[in-house]
């Protein structure tokens, strides 16, 4: 069993994944894990939309010009969101629950992405902008009280990256006592 630390330097951002299926087993653990996270005033604003229908993925690919078009080949897509109207706090506390999810993936020995959709936006064939958060809304019926922080895609990694060196990290960028 890894260590923490071990764990969160081996955490890579896999954007290729295999046509294997993510067992029910696992994504009932990372689920498990999400909901365990914390929030501000025990709010829990979050909410999940679990997505394996490779029709339903292939769709919100599209959702963004960059940086959503791995869900074309995951096969496991976690929809990120929260009720903006719970507390001022909804997208620190989806932030958690999302890296929860992309720690959990990372253990079970599954790769994963963070796809940013909260304030992103994708140009219609015709020119005009249109928000990845209300696209997405639209695929999966959310209410528009619901925001949508972000779509985490998990699949059997298809790619291998090196975990992070810890000489390479940057202590510069820590600060004791005062900046």
Aim: one cysteine or more; proline letters at 5%.
């Amino acid at each position: 069993m890894d260590t923490f630390l071990q764990l969160a330097l081996k955490r890579r951002s896999i954007r290729k994944y295999t046509a294997q299926p993510v067992e029910q087993e696992k994504i009932e653990q990372m689920l498990q894990a999400a909901l365990a996270s914390p929030s501000s005033k025990h709010q829990n604003p979050w909410e999940m939309v679990v997505v394996t229908d490779r029709d339903q993925l292939t769709k919100m690919a599209s959702c963004k010009t960059y940086g959503s078009q791995m869900l074309k080949e995951a096969p496991l897509g976690i929809v990120v969101l929260a009720d903006k109207t719970a507390t001022d706090t909804w997208q620190c506390d989806a932030s958690i629950l999302a890296f929860s999810l992309l720690l959990s993936a990372t253990d079970l020995g599954l790769g994963a992405c963070w796809v940013h959709i909260h304030d992103r936006s994708f140009t219609l064939p015709d020119g005009t902008e249109q928000s990845a958060e209300t696209a997405v809304r639209q695929m999966l019926g959310i209410p528009e009280q619901k925001a949508v922080l972000c779509i985490v895609a998990v699949g059997y990694p298809n790619e291998e990256k090196k975990p992070i060196n810890p000489e390479k990290l940057q202590y510069e960028k820590v600060h004791y006592g005062k900046y």
